[in-house]
């Protein structure tokens, strides 16, 4: 199934230059669009530095679990494994969890955690959490992630924003 998702997202890749850009663009460079929009939604809306700190911890702390539990699982990408996907950039590394997923997943949803009551914060999470999934699309459409490898980089990213509120 995972295979078959997989093919399903990277077939839509290489149709047309326009559309192999733009994945590139949102795989690639958006994700730090995104977290130059999140310090300054945290800077210019929170003006609290503690939340601003937790929250960024929150994601880097995801990143590097993501990254420790790569070397455990030492799961192959998918160019690796099939010799006909051509990834539209190059990627190294392992790719169980995806490192962007699960930062942009804990970034969401620290965002959307962090309210006192339904507001622009929390509409800011639904927003950021928007971009997590349109960054991990496109990473599957690139041709460097399987979608089990977001899932899990989103389930990841999810649990640690939540413990680390709950804390």
Not at 48 to 54: D, G, H, P, S
Not at 115 to 129: D, E, M, N, V
């Amino acid at each position: 199934m995972n295979d078959s998702i997989f093919f399903f997202f990277y077939n839509l890749a290489h149709s047309s230059e326009l559309f192999d850009q733009i994945v590139i663009f949102v795989a690639d460079i958006f994700p730090y669009i995104v977290v130059i929009l999140a310090f300054l939604f945290l800077i210019f809306y929170k003006k609290n530095f503690k939340e601003t700190i937790l929250i960024f911890f929150s994601s880097a702390f995801a990143w590097f679990l993501a990254y420790v539990l790569k070397f455990l699982f030492h799961t192959q990408r998918p160019f690796d494994l099939f010799p006909n996907v051509v990834s539209l950039f190059p990627e190294t590394g392992y790719a169980f969890p995806s490192g962007h997923a699960t930062f942009f997943m804990a970034l969401a949803f620290a965002l959307f955690f962090n309210h006192k009551k339904i507001g622009l914060s929390t509409q800011a999470g639904y927003l950021f959490i928007f971009f997590a999934f349109l960054i991990g699309a496109s990473r599957i459409i690139a041709g460097v992630h399987f979608p089990v490898d977001i899932l899990g980089g989103f389930v990841l990213g999810f649990f640690i924003a939540f413990f680390v509120k709950n804390r």
